[in-house]
């Protein structure tokens, strides 16, 4: 059986890519590593104008373009983009911060053992550096937290930006996890 690689917290993948790499005489790389942060207390930031709103099929559009947008900034291999966001939208997981017009999207996971996920954070280059994103994550953090459940966010540990901005809205360190591919 080959797999194509193994996501984790940083020992236990770089644990489970020595062993497997020795059994089956392959190699391993360490493509991403990330850090898993999560929230207790949100501190939304002031003065961002706008409001988070659940995207609608209305939306679908300007959604692919940015889910698109954000697999291009974070180097994913997005697969079929269109099937995830005909897949997510209805079943409300996909978020926008409206300023006049859409400005930033997020996707809100479905609960796992009461922990929901903030992900796919995106801001247009057009609309960065007016704190769209951050407004927009730290309401859907306070409305998973007070539904309940366990907030959680991956962030790239090579994007000081990210890092920085969970950390301003609440947002503290975890644990660090590392993706290793197969070759």
Partial sequence: MLLPGVSGEAATA???AGHWTERTKSAAGSIVGQRIYEVRDVRPPDGVPGAVRQAGESDRD???EWVRG???????KG??????VDRRLPAGHLWLWEDRQAVSIAALSEPAADVVRVQAVYTPPEHRRHGYASACVAELSSSALADGHR????TDLGNPT????????GYGAVSEGLTYSFT
């Fill in 79 to 84: 697969g079929d983009v269109d099937e995830l």
């Fill in 151 to 154: 907030c959680i966010h991956y």
């Fill in 70 to 76: 954000f697999h291009v900034a974070v180097g994913e």
């Fill in 14 to 16: 770089a644990r489970f």
């Fill in 162 to 169: 990210s890092n920085s901005i969970y950390r301003e809205i």
């Fill in 62 to 64: 300007v959604v692919v």
